[in-house]
């Protein structure tokens, strides 16, 4: 079994910054494709921001500039710093990573319980 555990929401100020972690464990082979989503009250969830295994990344407009995403393959860890937050970045972030946990295995995606963030003054 694979877990997703994220951490680093919270409230801040607009104009603040925050970075997420998330952090995964069990029996892992290999991480391809991981991402944060957002979704906030009464909307769809949405993909914020993507990287893969060759470490190329991308971004949704909106966040374009004020996020970066990355990773740290040692420690199956996937970071988001957002910096110059607005008040419509509020939001729960979730994680997710496509993961095969045996090299003969089949890939599956993995979801983190989510973390809230908040930007108000």
């Known amino acids: 079994q694979v877990q997703l555990v994220e951490s680093g929401g919270g409230l801040v100020q607009p104009g603040g910054s925050l970075t997420l972690s998330c952090v995964a464990s069990?029996?892992?082979?290999?991480?391809?494709?991981m991402a944060w989503y957002r979704q906030a009250p009464g909307k769809q969830r949405e993909l914020v921001a993507s990287t893969d295994s060759i470490d190329s990344k991308n971004y949704a407009d909106s966040v374009k500039g004020r996020f970066s995403i990355s990773r740290d393959g040692a420690k199956n860890a996937l970071y988001l710093q957002m910096n110059s937050l607005k008040p419509e970045d509020t939001a729960v972030y979730y994680c997710?990573?496509?993961?095969?946990?045996?090299?003969?295995?089949?890939?599956?995606?993995?979801w983190g319980q989510g973390t809230q963030v908040t930007v108000s003054s």
């Open positions: 069990g029996t892992i082979f290999s991480i391809n494709t």
């Open positions: 997710n990573q496509n993961i095969r946990s045996t090299a003969w295995g089949a890939v599956n995606y993995y």
